[in-house]
């Protein structure tokens, strides 16, 4: 019956195995860094300011009682979309630093 193509030897899953489970508890300890560390955006000169955890979930919206128009509430939300994506780009660089080696492996 032969050798099966050549998948008699084990010691090459075996490795396999122990980068896999290294790679995913490098993932794991990524994950949770990112659920701790913080981000912000702000804009206006910080009269809005947004504050995020790495994984992206929204953590608070700061607006000074300045920002408030209410004859140009255009100009607070646009403050807000600037403030937010002010905080997103950080966590994107942020989960790049931390995520990055892993997310060239193609797991992302």
Not at 10 to 24: C, P
Not at 46 to 54: A, C, D, E, S
């Amino acid at each position: 019956m032969g050798n099966f193509g050549g998948f008699g030897g084990g010691g090459n899953m075996g490795q396999l195995m122990k980068q896999a489970q290294a790679m995913q508890k490098q993932l794991q300890e990524a994950q949770g860094k990112l659920a701790e560390e913080e981000v912000v955006g702000s804009a206006g000169g910080g009269m809005v300011v947004v504050t995020m955890k790495g994984n992206k979930t929204l953590v608070s919206i700061s607006i000074k009682p300045e920002a408030v128009d209410p004859e140009d509430v255009e100009m607070l939300e646009d403050l807000v979309l600037a403030a937010f994506n002010e905080a997103m780009a950080a966590a994107d660089a942020l989960n790049k630093e931390l995520l990055g080696p892993m997310a060239g492996n193609g797991l992302f």
